[in-house]
């Protein structure tokens, strides 16, 4: 990182070295020997060694890191608290601290603790008043429009996922799910932006940002691990068309004031449009407003009105039926004529 240009890149993502401390090794009840953690770039002698690691590595992606960008670390119970001191003391503002929940964790063999079930993930701007990418919206659509929750039910990387090394072994011990990484990146970065990955294992950051289109650098400096990571992400077929894989927020979405609904057809005067309430109608007008009995304006002032509230969605309030009689929210129509005009609209 340090021979890189500064505030050359996006987004961060670090899996480092947890520093287990393992002693000895651990079996299952039935005698089987699990397969651990305990390669030498996760041992450190002491506490402040590691401390002193994670202090220079983080200072080395705080140069590289674009003012805008933010940076995305993970770690389990051993390690993660000592690198959110050292983020903190260098100053990076703390967004958020997201628990990823693993549907799928590994039991606790010696039965002496409850099973580890859980990481947590950190996200941290360079600073308070940093300008960050939040792609908020998407992050609601993929959860069934929903908002994000900072806790992620995500299985570990396991089955045809998890890569082999040539002895038929676990090629990285500590593999992430590439769903991980997926909401990770889509909700931090935009298309054609850089992710760096200073610790890439076998390459899920870069095999899931080539897949998204995103461009991405891996730092790695195990021979075996490279050559899984080449391999993995030489088969990744990228999407080629970068609108697939945006994730624009609504406010930046064409605005569809109501009225165009008529004039492109989609709706004619005299329509019926439905509330939620099975006695609330009204009908709708050549310019744009509707008129009940008492009453006429926007679709917002209209369902503000029925309701005696101070304010209404009114693409969410409002339904017209189909063909078939069922109800159809007119933001369903709003969102056909979106699609239809395409990117000429401002």
Same mark, same amino acid.
């Given at each position: ?91 990076? *503002? ?28 950190? *996200? ?27 806790? *992620? ?194």
């Amino acid at each position: 990182m340090e021979a890189m240009p500064e505030a050359s890149v996006d987004m961060v993502f670090a899996d480092p070295p947890y520093n287990l401390q393992l002693e000895g090794e651990l079996y299952r009840p039935n005698n089987t020997r699990v397969d651990a953690v305990d390669d030498a770039w996760d041992r450190f002698d002491s506490f402040a060694a590691y401390d002193d690691f994670t202090r220079r590595w983080l200072r080395a992606a705080r140069r590289v890191l674009k003012d805008s960008g933010t940076l995305w670390v993970i770690g389990s119970y051993h390690n993660i608290f000592r690198v959110g001191t050292a983020l903190q003391d260098l100053e990076f *503002w703390i967004l958020n601290d997201v628990v990823w929940r693993k549907s799928n964790p590994m039991p606790n063999f010696r039965g002496r603790r409850f099973t580890n079930a859980h990481e947590t993930l950190i *996200w941290a701007a360079k600073d308070k008043d940093t300008r960050y990418t939040f792609n908020y919206d998407a992050m609601k659509r993929l959860n069934d429009d929903l908002q994000m929750r900072s806790d *992620w039910l995500i299985p570990i990387c396991s089955g045809s996922e998890r890569l082999k090394n040539t002895a038929g072994d676990k090629g990285h011990p500590t593999q992430k799910p590439e769903a991980l990484l997926h909401r990770v990146i889509m909700a931090a970065t935009k298309p054609g932006e850089t992710v760096l990955d200073p610790f890439f294992g076998s390459g899920t950051t870069g095999a899931v940002a080539k897949k998204l289109g995103r461009r991405f650098i891996g730092l790695e400096r195990d021979p075996a691990y490279i050559a899984l990571a080449e391999k993995r992400i030489a088969q990744v077929q990228p999407v080629k068309d970068l609108e697939l894989v945006d994730a624009p927020a609504k406010r930046q979405e064409p605005r569809i004031p109501f009225g165009w609904l008529i004039e492109h057809g989609l709706l004619e005067p005299g329509t019926v449009l439905y509330g939620p309430h099975k006695g609330w109608r009204a009908k709708v007008r050549a310019d744009g407003t509707l008129i009940t009995s008492d009453f006429k304006g926007s679709i917002h002032q209209v369902g503000a009105h029925l309701q005696g509230a101070p304010s209404c969605n009114g693409w969410s309030f409002w339904s017209v039926k189909s063909a078939d009689g069922k109800p159809v929210s007119i933001d369903v129509l709003r969102q056909k004529l979106r699609a239809n005009l395409g990117k000429t609209l401002n």
